[in-house]
């Protein structure tokens, strides 16, 4: 293995935007809610489970580090309040997510422009028009070669 290969090796999963309990924010339901009515429930890959179940828990996650092969392996707590501008804003960051984006790729940009203000709206029922923050719960590994 090359020597900058052994370097520090840093991985942070950021799991779903939560409160630090298992309930949604508001915003991230309601988000989740306009999207699914205009697209039909979300089925999930069918190794998503396993995996948040092993992201979602700091000693699995340390597990796994050691697993994989790195000698030193440390999982953190990091709670975060993330400031929005507005609905909109809100409703294009989640959009542009992984899971979210997979789900509108094939559609055109006018459509996407329309779930986009659908989404807002839906937010914007539950935030208000103006600035809101969130707070994002993330599980961060620091693992060493």
Do not use: N
């Amino acid at each position: 293995m090359p020597r900058w290969a052994r370097s520090v090796a840093i991985f942070t999963l950021v799991l779903t935007a939560c409160t630090g309990t298992t309930e949604p924010v508001p915003a991230a339901a309601a988000f989740a809610a306009a999207l699914d009515a205009r697209l039909g429930a979300w089925e999930p890959p069918g190794d998503l489970d396993a995996t948040r179940a092993i992201a979602g828990d700091a000693e699995r996650l340390r597990s796994a580090g050691v697993a994989a092969g790195f000698r030193e392996v440390e999982v953190e707590q990091l709670t975060a309040e993330l400031a929005w501008e507005g609905p909109g804003q809100f409703a294009t960051s989640q959009l542009e997510w992984w899971s979210q984006a997979d789900r509108i790729r094939d559609f055109s940009s006018h459509v996407k422009s329309l779930i986009a203000k659908e989404t807002e709206a839906a937010v914007a029922r539950v935030t208000g028009p103006g600035p809101f923050s969130t707070l994002s719960a993330s599980l961060v590994l620091t693992a060493r070669a």
